[in-house]
C-alpha cells in the first residue's frame, strides 16, 4: 500500500521523539485487519502496524509479557522504489520502525507503520 508523502510525513514525525526519548512500548493488541497490531507507547502514542518478519509480533507480545522493555531504536523512510524491491525488503515504500526487546533471546523486529490510532 503507497504512503501520501503527508502521511508519512507525519509517521516519521510521530516517532522520532518515540526514538529519541527511548519511550517503551507497553503492549500489542490486535488491530483491526488481520496481521496488523496496535503497537502502544507509554506516552499514550498508538499506532498500527504490521510486522516485516514472519511471526515477529508474537515474539515482541511473548517479551511484553514477560515484564521486559521493548524500544524503538530506528525509524526508516523506504521512498526509492529500488530500495522498496530489495531482496529482503519492504514490497512497498514505507514508514518502518525498528523496535528492540531488551532481552538476550529476541533480535530486532521491523514493523511497516500503516497510521495513527486512537488510545482507548
Given at each position: ?20 526519548r ?19 507507547w ?31 531504536t ?40 500503516l497510521?495513527?490510532?486512537q488510545?482507548?
Amino acid at each position: 500500500m503507497p504512503f501520501g508523502p503527508g502521511l508519512e510525513d507525519l509517521l516519521a514525525r510521530t516517532l522520532a521523539p518515540l526514538v529519541a526519548r527511548q519511550v517503551p512500548v507497553r503492549s500489542l493488541t490486535p488491530g483491526p485487519l488481520e496481521g496488523v497490531a496496535r503497537v502502544r507507547w507509554a506516552d499514550g502514542t498508538v499506532l498500527l502496524a504490521r510486522s516485516l518478519q514472519p511471526g515477529a509480533l508474537v515474539g515482541l507480545s511473548r517479551a511484553l509479557l514477560r515484564g521486559g522493555r521493548v524500544l524503538a531504536t530506528q525509524v526508516d523512510r523506504v521512498d526509492d522504489a529500488a530500495d522498496a524491491h530489495a531482496p529482503g525488503s519492504l514490497q512497498t515504500p514505507g514508514v518502518v520502525v525498528v523496535l528492540q526487546p531488551q532481552s538476550r533471546r529476541a533480535g530486532p523486529v521491523r514493523l511497516l507503520v500503516l497510521g495513527l490510532d486512537q488510545p482507548d
